[in-house]
DNA sequence: TACCGCGACGGCAGCAATTG
DNA sequence: CAATTGCTGCCGTCGCGGTA
């Protein structure tokens, strides 16, 4: 084992990695093995210097199993964790109790070239001819600050780079124009906030039908999506509460991506209450139970009939009985049936 | 508590395009 | 024209966090 590096990943999680003295290794030769986190590490014992036993983890990923402490030197040193980001020396921070170590530093290189990259990767925008190569020079030119600029990329820029000629440029070009039409979900993917990978990007997209209601939606409306929790809601919720983040969606926007999911202008325009689940309870004097009904859910919301925590809203009419109770104990915002016409009219 | 999925990782074959 | 470079897509696992 000749070194310990570490990668600073698209979210500022710095992993260690293994430089290893080049071995064959059922058909292939190893000279990295991912070393997981620095616990691990740790736990391990692995030193700079050791001779080690690895594996291909299923025969593809190389990992170090262990190691051989009798052919340890004398003079190696414990491993050190490292205090400052490789990249951009930021000061390195563990939250709370997390295992990974971060770098803090949004515009840190490293960073924003995982952006960049997860935005073009093929779960994502899927655009092809798009590689590290090329990101990094984009990036290195000052062509590319983030993914909002992407779109307005010439061919002129692209031919400046090395390596990059007519034919390429004109095939990026192309890949760039088609990943226009990419879906919903995938653009919200490939956005990389925190926490929101597929399946929660594809549950954004299904309930919010556009990005324009994801941005404005609370951290309560996003809790309210089925299998979407309070760490997610807020990492949303924050992501577009980011001036920088709004301008990179709103370039992406101007550059035509499809931003919403079909029919959501056919049904409502707008649903500023997607996702919200209210309770009526007693007597409505200007509405029916089924026009109130009719009402919520045109906006997107959702009405139940038992009040629990995720009970958005407790609608109490005349003679309301324990399901107002029930709402006051849980500390649930309470409507009288005139808040509730002024809220549903706006 | 059980389960799912996020995020991150390396090597290689095969191919296309550029460069010299 | 040959050599070089760069990209894609594939393979599977770990450790843990988030949700129900």
């Known amino acids: 084992l000749n070194d310990i590096i570490f990668q600073v990943g698209r979210t500022g ?15 292939s030769t190893i000279s990295r093995a991912t070393l997981h986190n620095e616990e691990e590490v740790r736990r391990k014992d692995i030193r700079i210097g050791d001779t080690v036993n690895i594996e291909k983890g299923g025969d593809v990923i190389p990992k170090v199993v262990s ?21 951009c020396e930021t000061p390195l921070v563990r939250i709370g109790e ?20 997860h935005f073009v990767g093929r779960n994502a925008m899927d655009i092809e001819g798009f590689g590290p190569a090329v990101t990094e020079q984009l990036l290195q030119e000052g062509l590319v600050r983030n993914v909002g600029d ?13 390596r990059m000629g007519e034919r390429s440029a004109d095939n990026l070009l192309r890949s760039i124009e088609e990943s226009k039409q990419r ?13 929101v990978g597929e399946r929660a990007a594809r549950l954004l997209a299904e309930n919010m039908r556009s990005i324009e209601a994801l941005k404005g939606a609370s951290s309560e409306q996003l809790e309210s999506i089925q299998e979407i929790g309070p760490t997610i809601a807020q990492s949303v919720a924050s992501f577009f509460g980011n001036q920088q983040n ?16 079909p029919g959501a202008e056919a049904s409502a325009p707008e649903q500023p209450m997607a996702g919200q689940i209210f309770v009526l309870t007693g007597a409505l004097e200007r509405f029916t139970r089924d026009e109130a009904v ?13 009040v629990s925590k995720k009970t958005n809203y407790v609608v109490a ?19 009288t049936e005139d808040e509730f016409g002024k809220l549903i009219n706006k």
């Open 13 to 27: 999680v710095v992993t260690p990695v293994a430089v290893l003295e080049p071995v064959l290794v059922a058909g």
């Open 67 to 87: 190691i051989n402490i009798d052919n340890r030197p004398a003079d190696s040193m414990p491993f050190e964790t490292p205090r400052n980001c490789p990249v």
């Open 98 to 117: 997390e295992v990974a170590i971060r770098c803090t530093n949004t515009t840190c290189p490293a960073q924003v070239q995982g952006r960049v990259e």
């Open 150 to 162: 992407l779109y307005t990329l010439t061919h002129e820029q692209l031919t400046s780079l090395e």
């Open 183 to 195: 879906s919903l979900d995938r653009v919200i993917f490939g956005l990389g906030i925190q926490h």
């Open 246 to 261: 709004c301008e990179v969606v709103d370039k992406l926007r101007e550059a035509c991506i499809a931003m919403e999911l």
């Open 294 to 306: 009719a009402h919520i859910e045109a906006l997107g919301g959702r009405v139940t009939s038992n």
């Open 317 to 335: 009419g005349e003679n309301a009985g324990s399901k107002l109770k029930k709402g006051l104990a849980l500390e649930v915002p309470v409507l």
